[in-house]
């Protein structure tokens, strides 16, 4: 079975920190791109940073340049979202994602992405 799970979401006050973390199982997530997306409830869906398959590609949607990191970690075949300074915008449900990349690129547009994860809730109130 092929599946991504989100975790390391959670409560955390303004300017705090958390570390998400995507696990695939069912399948090696080498040769596959992943993103990260969230939504806020009455919002829709944004893409927050991607990073292709060999890693040279990374981006960011521009409300989290300076304070969210992403990274792949090839041998526990896992993903991960670093994100500092956090703000009660950036309250929403967190869920990866993995498309086939076979030219080392990443899309924060949903859309070419074909596996989800179910979500993690991030919070950020004081």
């Known amino acids: 079975q092929l599946q991504l799970v989100e975790s390391g979401g959670g409560l955390v006050q303004p300017g705090g920190s958390l570390r998400l973390s995507c696990v695939a199982s069912?399948?090696?997530?080498?040769?596959?791109?992943i993103g990260w997306f969230r939504q806020a409830p009455g919002k829709e869906r944004e893409g927050v940073s991607c990073?292709?398959?060999?890693?040279?590609?990374?981006k960011y949607a521009e409300s989290v340049k300076g304070r969210f990191t992403i990274s792949r970690d090839y041998a526990k075949n896992t993903a991960f979202l670093q994100m500092n300074d956090l703000k009660p915008e950036d309250t929403a449900v967190y869920y990866c994602?993995?498309?086939?990349?076979?030219?080392?690129?990443?899309?924060?547009?949903?859309?070419?992405?074909?596996?989800w994860g179910q979500g993690t809730q991030v919070t950020v109130s004081s």
């Open positions: 990073i292709s398959s060999g890693g040279i590609m990374t």
């Open positions: 994602a993995a498309v086939r990349d076979s030219e080392n690129i990443c899309f924060t547009d949903a859309v070419p992405y074909y596996y």
């Open positions: 069912g399948f090696r997530v080498d040769y596959y791109s």
